[in-house]
């Protein structure tokens, strides 16, 4: 996090808090206390740190895994207690009337808390600092004039260059005292971002603690629009999950799932901000990463090949491989031959089909099943076999053949191969399903084509939807591991098939699923959040929406939400709380001055505090690239971090969503919809593009502007 702005003057302080190491004459000074008191908590952090660097675990270990397993845990605790530069150690401060968890009739007195990223306790085990997690440090998000939750006093802390420098207190039992914004709060939400995402954990509203706090038994759909931190609250809520079920999630594991490499760099480092380091990062190509993908669909085949009804053609095609026996099977053992007839054999087989289980799984029980009913063979004539009789049956030579006969292996690559490669194939387990003009769309090899599909997996061109059918027929073979809890963001751009592996992955846990419907920017982007739940496997999941913006100035959110109507006409315009209006202009040029006046938009950006991100079509970067070295400015890619001497991002369209910039110069939006497939999509990613700045937005544009933008 970010060291804070200057902040408002103090406000006068409430009663004195206990004195932990101030110098003379801080008692009477509530700032100068509240800093001894950030040393010395500081001072104890370090203390526990250097406890768990002391530790010898020579005498307590067994063996050299247990030393091994021992160790790793102890590093992780050193690592999680470092004391990070620049970042508050606590943020804020509550004064109970009364003592937490005792009987109000008791007339306990209150207790004062300071709230901060994680627990710090004193060389006795007595609380400095109380992890923002804690059930005791939810007021500090929740508290009201109206509902104070035995709070007699909420205290916000300012900070500048890491140093405690203002505070501002609520005194929420006061009737006295209006209610009024938090300037340090403000302060904070509007505050000039360099480098990559950072933790929104001192500002948490209590539309968004709700839903990080909500339990771990079901999942949480969030329908947030641009600004309303959706993504913070999801990577927070990850935190308070392993805050609040960390050894069920440490044996069964998180993920967070974003739409590209460029945005997980860009996330990486709120949890470790947060004090938690094991989380698992991917995108969903990583997830479904079975083959190399060298090869790229058109709209209209990624569309078919990214439908649901793709896993039934999968699934009819794995099934196909089952075939009826047409022998009996005879097992020798000694001198005496055991004969299961194929009638049996059938019966067998039917009740492993019935019963729809995996692919490989059957194909597992089946030869247990063939030698159980040789064992019964075998009772019947008098013996006593046990187990270890039927394991033996079960690895027979004959019982070997039936079943490889029967139920031979199925590779899932070779599978979609034969499948996209193969048109009597496809037509066979399409038929009912796909049309035959979209069975067309998706052969590599149409029949009059004078195309030739690809001989092997290795030698094949596969796509990324291909590796996502790939995964599904895996999955039909052999099950997916399912995870305790998975973070997917921007998910309205995964079509139904990718819904389908990310599913696989929290059968038995549960899910946050972040997105907004109007930023899908895929010809399959997802139209309702119910029809992606379902295709999740999560259909009864609560939608929860965030409207209200925190970061996005209004003007801009207000010019991009003329687009709603076209692309998602059945979402709430966003609103802002940001009281700065911001920077917006609209700058129109001759075709021949326009990147001209780019450069001048990026020139005059570069004189304000903070990031600027320069946003175009695809087709426009490399002319923009150019330019700007030829201009001597230092352009980033995407997801790389900030510096004093680089704060220019030079950001494609396509990889823009997620991201936020101080200021955005906004080149072309006319080619940035020209670049999409289709006209909606198009524009959907225009909004995405008009909503990533923070402070300030500068449209520069040769061509008509989209016409549901109206006059400008």
Not at 4 to 18: D, E, N, Q, S, T
Not at 531 to 557: M, N, W, Y
Request: charged share 25%; aromatic share 4%.
């Amino acid at each position: 996090m970010e060291p804070a702005p200057p902040a408002p003057a103090p406000v006068p302080a409430p009663a004195p808090v206990p004195d932990q190491g101030s110098a003379p004459g801080a008692a009477s000074d509530p700032l100068q206390r509240e800093r001894a008191h950030l040393a010395a908590s500081r001072a104890a952090l370090r203390a526990m740190r250097e406890d768990a660097q002391s530790l010898n675990i020579a005498d307590v270990t067994a063996n050299w895994v247990n030393a091994e397993v021992l160790q790793g845990e102890i590093d992780a605790r050193i690592k999680a207690l470092a004391d990070l530069s620049g970042t508050p150690l606590f943020f804020g401060r509550l004064d109970y009337l009364h003592a937490p968890g005792v009987d109000l009739a008791e007339g306990a007195d209150g207790e004062n808390f300071y709230v901060g990223r994680r627990h710090v306790h004193d060389s006795d085990g007595d609380p400095m600092v109380i992890d923002w997690r804690a059930p005791v440090s939810q007021p500090f998000y929740r508290a009201s004039k109206k509902d104070p939750l035995d709070l007699k006093l909420r205290r916000r802390f300012g900070y500048t260059g890491g140093e405690l420098t203002a505070y501002e207190d609520e005194h929420l039992t006061d009737p006295a005292e209006a209610e009024t914004t938090s300037a340090l709060l403000q302060a904070e939400i509007e505050r000039p971002r360099v480098g990559p995402m950072r933790d929104i954990v001192a500002t948490i509203q209590p539309e968004q603690d709700e839903i990080v706090r909500a339990g771990i038994g079901g999942t949480v759909c969030v329908q947030g629009a641009p600004g309303t931190g959706k993504t913070a609250v999801g990577l927070h809520r990850v935190a308070y999950l392993l805050y609040a079920h960390r050894e069920r999630l440490a044996r069964s594991g998180t993920l967070v799932i974003g739409p590209n490499r460029s945005f997980l760099r860009y996330i990486e480092q709120v949890l470790p901000a947060l004090g938690e380091l094991e989380v698992k990062q991917a995108t969903i190509d990583d997830l479904v990463g079975h083959v190399e993908v060298l090869g790229a669909d058109d709209a209209a085949a990624a569309t078919i090949k990214g439908d649901a009804r793709m896993a039934e053609v999968l699934r009819r095609a794995v099934r196909s491989h089952v075939t009826a026996p047409q022998e009996p099977c005879v097992v020798v053992r000694g001198s005496r031959r055991w004969r299961v007839p194929a009638y049996e054999l059938e019966e067998i087989v039917q009740e492993l089909r019935d019963r729809d289980i995996r692919y490989g799984a059957a194909r597992e029980a089946l030869p247990q099943r063939i030698a159980h009913a040789v064992l019964v063979r075998m009772e019947q004539a008098g013996e006593a076999p046990d187990d270890r009789v039927q394991d033996a049956v079960a690895r027979n030579a004959a019982v070997k053949a039936a079943v490889k006969a029967i139920w031979p292996p199925v590779d899932p690559a070779k599978l979609v191969l034969r499948l996209l490669g193969d048109a009597d194939f496809l037509a066979e387990h399409a038929e009912g399903v796909l049309s035959d003009e979209e069975q067309q769309t998706i052969l590599w090899a149409p029949p009059g084509s004078g195309k030739k599909p690809p001989r092997s997996v290795r030698s094949a061109k596969w796509s990324a939807a291909d590796a996502v059918l790939i995964d599904e027929a895996m999955d039909l073979v052999s099950r997916t591991h399912s995870l305790g809890h998975v973070v997917l963001d921007e998910a309205q751009d995964l079509s139904p098939m990718q819904y389908r592996a990310v599913g696989r992955r929290c059968t038995t846990g549960s899910a946050t699923i972040l997105g907004d419907i109007a930023q899908g920017t895929t010809p399959w982007a997802t139209d309702t959040w119910r029809q992606a739940l379902a295709h999740l496997g999560k259909p009864d999941s609560a939608v929860e929406e965030l409207t209200q913006g925190f970061r996005v100035p209004r003007e801009v959110i207000g010019y991009a939400s003329r687009l709603l109507p076209a692309i998602a006409p059945d979402l709430k315009e966003a609103t802002s709380i940001r009281e700065s209006a911001g920077d917006f202009g609209i700058r129109a040029v001759q075709p021949a001055d326009l990147d001209a006046t780019v450069l001048a938009a990026c020139r005059d950006a570069l004189v304000k505090e903070g990031s600027i991100g320069l946003i175009a079509a695809d087709a426009r970067i490399p002319l923009l690239r150019a330019a700007l070295e030829e201009a001597g400015i230092n352009a980033l890619p995407p997801g790389a971090e900030t510096s004093a001497d680089a704060r220019l991002t030079l950001v494609p369209a396509t990889l823009a969503k997620g991201l936020e910039y101080d200021y955005v110069v906004l080149d072309e939006p006319a080619a940035i919809v020209a670049g999409e497939p289709d006209e909606r999509t198009g524009l959907r990613r225009l909004y995405v593009c008009l909503t990533r700045p923070v402070s300030g937005l500068t449209i520069v544009h040769a061509a008509a502007l989209p016409g549901q933008l109206g006059n400008g």
